[in-house]
């Protein structure tokens, strides 16, 4: 019914009593009954209840920009191109986001929206690349907020619970794994994949691996086209010298290390690659392996961690803790110095029979 309260912002009265009715800058409608028909009691009501939500940050007196999520793809997308990860996870990613989210104004996409798109990817593709499209979603709304804060204020991709998803098994080669893949390929693949187990190189930055990189005399290897941008350098094995010292002997190119007859870098080597992984009879594999294995064989021969993190450059230590488990030596001092404790407990038991140990003799 029409009345003169029709006119006054954010208050509504329904059969006599007042009702708040008010938009956060989240796009979100709130409304609520406030209980009374007393029009003065109702506005205080109303302004208690936008304090504090302004107070918790969930409402501002100034509103976003509308924009729908379409509109927003091809901005996100233009500013993702510096990133390697560009046409790999971006773009296939946004097209997914867009088919879904793409109508809605940025203010209409919220958790419960997250997550009824979570519940009908994951009947499509596994549950890691679910997490992934979402992670790539949250990062849309992070980008936006902070190069944009007139279109959102939030990002409710912080308050989604992605899926857990079991921990992948690392597959590495065994020495002997190791020296059946190198004997069932030869040439440049043979090369490449020496470089990778001997260096724990990524298969780009062994591709793009130059000439004025590879210090023969210091015998040092510097990657510098990495993921994470950070130089990293790597001591050479001497199978890895000898290799790219015969290689720099009759290498057609003076520019990078791996290339055909026409001087340019190899692009895709997944045919030899896998040619070379079925003559040797090796299943469950791929070439990021080959990093895998590294980091695996050097551990399991006993070199600390921190230097393992060093030589992959890895940005943080958890990252490389995943090889942990391989380290012998580190699980025989652990049980060491539990064995010692526990002798030392055990003997004092035996001197003072079954009476307590006084604290300070342990």
């Known amino acids: 019914m029409k009345n003169d309260a029709a006119n006054m912002r954010n208050l509504v009265s329904r059969n006599g009593f007042w009702n708040m009715d008010f938009v ?5 409608r709130i409304r609520k009954a406030l209980g009374t028909t007393d029009r003065r009691l109702a506005e205080l009501k109303l302004k208690k ?21 379409r509109d927003l793809a091809p901005k996100v997308l233009k500013y993702a191109e510096r990133f390697k ?35 009908e990817r994951k009947e499509y593709v ?9 992670s790539v979603l949250g ?14 204020l939030v990002n409710p991709v912080e308050d989604v619970e992605y899926f857990k998803t079991p921990e992948k098994e690392i597959r590495f080669l065994t020495v002997e794994e190791i020296s059946r893949l190198l004997q069932s390929c030869n040439g440049y693949i043979r090369e490449i994949i020496l470089t990778a187990l001997h260096s724990g190189g990524r298969k780009t930055e062994i591709l793009r691996l130059r000439w004025e990189h590879v210090d023969l005399e210091n015998r ?3 990657f510098v086209e990495t993921k994470n941008n950070k130089v990293r350098h790597v ?11 015969n290689r720099k002997s009759y290498a057609p190119s003076k520019e990078y290390v791996f290339t055909g007859k026409d001087g340019q870098p190899y692009v895709d080597i997944r045919k030899p690659f896998y040619s070379a992984l079925k003559s040797a009879n090796i299943e469950n594999f791929n070439l990021k392996g080959c990093r895998h294995t590294y980091a695996s064989q050097l551990v399991m021969s006993g070199v600390d961690l921190r230097t393992v993190k060093e030589f992959l450059g890895h940005a943080d ?3 490389t803790l995943i090889y942990a488990h391989l380290a012998p030596k580190h699980k025989k001092e652990a049980v060491a110095v539990y064995e010692k404790h526990l002798g030392q407990v055990v003997s004092l038991s035996h001197i003072y029979g079954t009476r307590a140990v006084p604290e300070n003799a342990v």
């Open 24 to 28: 956060d800058p989240r796009g979100t």
């Open 49 to 69: 209840i936008q304090v504090a939500a302004f107070e918790n940050g969930s409402f501002d007196m100034k509103r976003p920009v509308k924009m729908r999520f």
């Open 85 to 119: 990860s560009y046409k790999k996870i971006f773009v296939p990613v946004m097209k997914h986001l867009v088919k879904y989210f793409g109508n809605k104004y940025l203010h209409e996409i919220t958790v419960s929206q997250i997550n009824d798109y979570q519940s």
């Open 126 to 134: 596994a549950l890691v690349t679910v997490n992934k499209e979402v």
């Open 139 to 152: 990062w849309c709304f992070k980008h936006v907020k902070k190069s944009n804060p007139t279109l959102t």
């Open 220 to 222: 040092i290897v510097t």
């Open 235 to 245: 001591p050479m094995t001497d199978a890895l010298y000898f290799m790219l010292s």
């Open 317 to 319: 230590i958890k990252t």
